[in-house]
């Protein structure tokens, strides 16, 4: 038996590697892409990273935590703004490789090559937004890992080997919501692991305590660092508190407080995208074939519903509903695909549909995306924007986009005296605009107004106080792209030619 078991992993190799190529193959052409406003303000932040700032990372203000802005950090030590898309490369084969190995515990080479060809897909599946650098996939990255070293943990003979699987199983899980807050899915997989094969077994057994006390040391580790760093820089923790989690209550409270026309419109959008993408689908099979309302089952079955069940609550709980929040059910729908694509039974062959439609959805995705990119000004606005700004400015300039997207200053390379480089967290932390307008009329005010949306958007300003000071002390001198482009008074440059958009 072990022979053959050994023979069929051998044929399957070519699989796995095919897999991987075919994953650098495809982000290497995201590569060639403009970057989003997520990914440009998050490098534009990294960039002006320092000590001592008003903020976690210096003078701008941003939501994450500190694992994502260090990965962008290292994306920053170069001018080429592209490499952080090709940083999500090894992110990506580590999740591909944990798929593969998630499977292999599950059902064999059978559920290895399904979790590892759906995993690869959804890594690389537009639909989901997963051609972005963003912390979702960062995070998702870190997830699938921790999933499968528990599993190889679980099922691992006694001993010193299996404790150390279950650190490094948790060493993942505690780094990922520090790519991301919300992706808890490692920890709480491992947590109901333990604790359904407790109340199945009716004992805590020294299989239990191991991989329990494995995970709990593991997961400390990334948190003791965070913590060490935020003291030695003189960080308190109410700051990491209300910047990372006590907002995010906040924002909440602000998208659903205004009109209901945006976020239920993008709602209905993600549904559409999570059918379209496959991943709902895999999920809707997960359920009719594990049936978890009747409490059945091993604890890797109780363990997936409870992953899946809490990404949902946590997608839901998101309040925007941008594409990208989708890619946090990848982890969970391997687990799906790999424990029942194998299954010789409908709930199987069900399966074995919603597996290949994500394959499908990438595929065609990658190819719609690719070419819209090369016909079409789709995605390049606001990068045509930025050069046109950064060819008709002077090196000291500064600018102010109105509201919110940050690619424009990174493709200028400019920066921003106003510390909110997104809508909502101006939205939600300056309501009446009240910094805003101090830092135009202020002596440090922008050498530039870029306005990719009204000044009232959101009936932000109702009572045109920030329209007449902006009228009062700049002037439209151009439009670029449809962006109308302000200069402030007294102020002369050489504008560039406009570009074609």
Same mark, same amino acid.
């Given at each position: 038996m ?13 699989l ?14 995201y ?14 932040? @990294? ?40 940083? *999500? ?54 997830? /699938?890992?921790?999933?499968a070293?528990?599993? *190889?943990?679980?099922r ?8 150390? +699987?279950?650190? %490094? ?9 520090l ?15 333990? $604790? ?14 191991? $991989? ?10 990334p948190?003791? +660092? ?44 993600? $549904?559409?995208?999570?059918?379209v ?31 899946? %069940? ?50 499908? @959805?990438? @595929? ?8 819209? #990119? ?27 986009? @109105? #509201?919110?997207?940050?690619? $424009?200053?990174?493709?200028?390379? /400019? ?5 909110? +480089?997104?809508?909502?967290? /101006? ?7 009240? &910094?805003?307008?101090?830092?135009l009329a202020?002596?440090d ?17 109702? &009572? ?38």
């Amino acid at each position: 038996m072990e022979i053959g078991q050994g023979a069929a992993r051998i044929r399957q190799r070519p699989l796995l590697l095919g897999l991987c190529l075919a994953v650098v193959a495809v982000r290497l052409t995201y590569v060639l892409h403009p970057l989003r406003p997520d990914e440009a303000g998050y490098l534009l932040i @990294a960039r002006e990273w320092e000590a001592g700032g008003e903020f976690l990372y210096g003078d701008y203000y941003v939501d994450r935590p500190p694992l994502l802005m260090l990965i962008f950090r290292v994306a920053a030590l170069s001018d080429w703004d592209p490499l952080i898309r090709l940083l *999500t490369i090894p992110f990506a084969l580590l999740f591909v490789l944990a798929a593969w190995r998630t499977g292999d515990k599950l059902a064999g080479q059978a559920g290895a090559a399904w979790a590892a060809v759906v995993g690869s897909a959804l890594m690389c599946s537009p639909a989901i937004a997963a051609d972005q650098a963003d912390g979702e996939l960062f995070a998702a990255a870190l997830v /699938m890992p921790s999933i499968a070293l528990a599993l *190889t943990a679980w099922r691992t003979a006694p001993g010193g080997r299996r404790f150390l +699987l279950a650190a %490094a199983a948790g060493l993942f899980a505690g780094a990922a919501p520090l790519a991301k807050q919300n992706f808890l899915e490692g920890a709480l997989f491992i947590a109901v692991l333990v $604790v359904a094969s407790s109340i199945l077994s009716k004992r805590v057994g020294p299989r239990e305590l191991s $991989v329990a006390g494995g995970a709990l040391a593991g997961i400390l580790v990334p948190q003791v +660092l965070v913590w060490g760093w935020a003291g030695s820089v003189g960080i308190e923790a109410s700051s990491i508190w209300g910047d990372l989690a006590a907002f995010r209550v906040e924002a909440f409270e602000v998208i659903w407080s205004g009109s209901l026309q945006a976020p239920v419109a993008r709602a209905l959008r993600l $549904v559409l995208l999570g059918l379209v993408s496959g991943v709902l689908l895999v999920l809707g099979c997960w359920v009719a074939a594990a049936r978890p309302w009747r409490l059945r089952g091993d604890p890797v079955q109780w363990a997936t519903t409870a992953v899946l %069940a809490f990404v949902f609550v946590a997608i839901v709980a998101g309040g925007s509903y941008w594409p990208h929040y989708l890619v946090q059910l990848a982890p969970g729908a391997v687990l799906a695909v790999g424990a029942v694509a194998p299954r010789l039974t409908r709930a199987g062959r069900w399966m074995r549909l919603a597996g290949t439609t994500t394959v499908a @959805a990438a @595929a065609v995705g990658t190819l719609v995306l690719t070419v819209a #990119y090369e016909v079409s000004a789709i995605g390049w606005v606001h990068h045509r924007t930025g050069e046109w700004l950064a060819a008709s400015s002077g090196s000291r300039d500064t600018a102010f986009v @109105a #509201y919110g997207n940050a690619a $424009v200053l990174e493709t200028a390379d /400019m920066g921003s005296p106003y510390p909110h +480089l997104w809508s909502l967290p /101006m939205r939600t932390l300056d309501p009446d605009q009240r &910094r805003l307008r101090e830092t135009l009329a202020g002596p440090d005010a922008p050498t530039w107004i870029v306005e990719i949306n009204g000044l009232n958007s959101w009936e932000i300003d109702e &009572r045109s106080l920030l329209r007449d000071l902006v009228e009062e002390r700049y002037r439209v001198v151009v439009e670029v792209c449809g962006n109308q482009v302000w200069l402030r008074r007294g102020v002369s440059r050489p504008l560039a030619p406009v570009p074609d958009c």
